[in-house]
């Protein structure tokens, strides 16, 4: 039996998930294939290396569409038909609702094909939202066999697209949380206040800085002391740096850029809470990674990570980060209590342990396969 993956680029999240799901898969005596649209696009700054993959791949001939900025990029996953006829799946999983499930779509029209969709899409609330997506959604999820959702906030809207539940599964977007849980941990601050404070992600406008440069503004103007590492690189990056100049916040603010897989460790491991401020975001992979280090997390009540992973006050706080003084509340209350800090933080990891492993992931899509 050959289980296909069609999916947009390899990415350092994704390939340790993928040598487990072939692992599985192997012992249930199925061949695995993933065929990639591209090596990777210009937002992508991270470095894969294939000698880690552990699974059989290809990758397409795609052209990529820029639509507007570099945030949203379209494939054509050319060469799809050709994969499906040298592979032969016994069932496609395809990303989200995408060129290639168009594609999908129309081939199941004249042939006999399953296809599963993979989706972290979540309700809009008018971000990007559009009449025709909705119809253009419900075309695609029509012919689909199944559904893998990222999480529970996923799995509601593709209810609201007229799916039944008793055909989606979720498969917990997820990283390789154990590379994170024992990394080391032991530069934490252990005394003197939980003052370190970290975000890690692409620096854009949805992300919403902007709102932790305001806050950590009025904490300093209340001499409360902290320090707020940034990393990442986007293109809102010198729209914020000025911000924090013009705050006079240099000295407490450091931004250091965008950094691979292998050196995050280093900055989980100093921090003692992680900020999501993300006004939009359909998942969250970079909480995961916080919680798994053992970061007290606030995480935005607008991610849809949020919703499966943050226990308000137990595994963390989910905010509204729109409220810049209850954000400053909390940040100082937590600041000027460590062992509540810390106490979060190994909540957080133990959750992580328990629900968001790969190996939890995974079960997820066997149990789709399997329909």
């Not at 990415?11 to 695995?32: A, D, M, V």
């Not at 000698?51 to 949203?72: A, C, P, Q, R």
């Not at 990394?183 to 939980?194: C, H, L, Y």
């Not at 890690?200 to 002391?225: E, F, H, M, P, Q």
Request: proline share 3%.
């Amino acid at each position: 039996m050959n289980i296909l993956i069609v999916t947009n680029i390899p990415t350092p999240y994704r390939i340790p998930l993928f040598n487990l799901l072939n692992k599985k898969l192997e012992e249930r005596g199925c061949s695995f294939h993933v065929a990639f649209a591209a090596k990777g696009y210009e937002r992508r700054k991270w470095e894969v290396d294939e000698s880690e993959f552990n699974f059989s791949h290809s990758y397409l001939k795609s052209k990529k569409i820029k639509l507007g900025s570099v945030e949203k990029m379209l494939f054509t996953y050319g060469g799809i038909l050709k994969t499906l006829k040298e592979f032969r799946p016994y069932k496609i999983i395809v990303v989200g609702f995408s060129i290639a499930t168009l594609k999908l779509y129309f081939l199941s029209l004249i042939k006999k094909i399953s296809y599963i969709i993979w989706t972290g899409s979540t309700p809009t609330e008018g971000y990007n939202s559009s009449i025709f997506r909705e119809y253009f959604r419900k075309l695609l999820a029509r012919r689909a066999e199944g559904f893998i959702a990222y999480g529970s906030r996923a799995k509601k809207y593709l209810i609201s697209l007229g799916i039944p539940p008793d055909k989606i599964e979720i498969a917990i977007n997820t990283v390789d949380t154990d590379y994170f849980i024992n990394a080391d941990r032991n530069t934490k601050s252990v005394s003197g206040g939980s003052k370190n404070i970290l975000y890690v992600g692409y620096i854009t406008k949805r992300k919403r800085l902007d709102l932790i440069i305001n806050a950590l503004k009025i904490l300093s103007d209340k001499g409360i002391d902290f320090r707020f590492d940034v990393v990442g690189d986007g293109d809102s990056k010198n729209e914020i740096t000025e911000l924090v100049q013009r705050f006079k916040l240099n000295n407490k603010i450091i931004f250091h850029g965008y950094k691979q897989k292998s050196e995050l460790p280093e900055y989980y491991s100093k921090a003692d809470i992680f900020l999501f401020p993300s006004e939009y975001d359909i998942w969250g992979l970079v909480l995961i990674e916080a919680m798994a280090s053992g970061l007290c997390c606030l995480s935005s009540i607008h991610a849809g990570a949020t919703d499966d992973l943050i226990i308000d006050g137990e595994t963390g706080n989910k905010i509204d980060f729109e409220n810049t003084d209850n954000v400053v509340q909390i940040l100082s209350y937590l600041i000027s209590n460590p062992a509540l800090c810390k106490r979060i933080g190994e909540n957080a990891r133990r959750f992580i342990m328990a629900n968001a492993s790969l190996e939890k992931s995974v079960e997820g899509f066997i149990r789709a396969i399997n329909r």
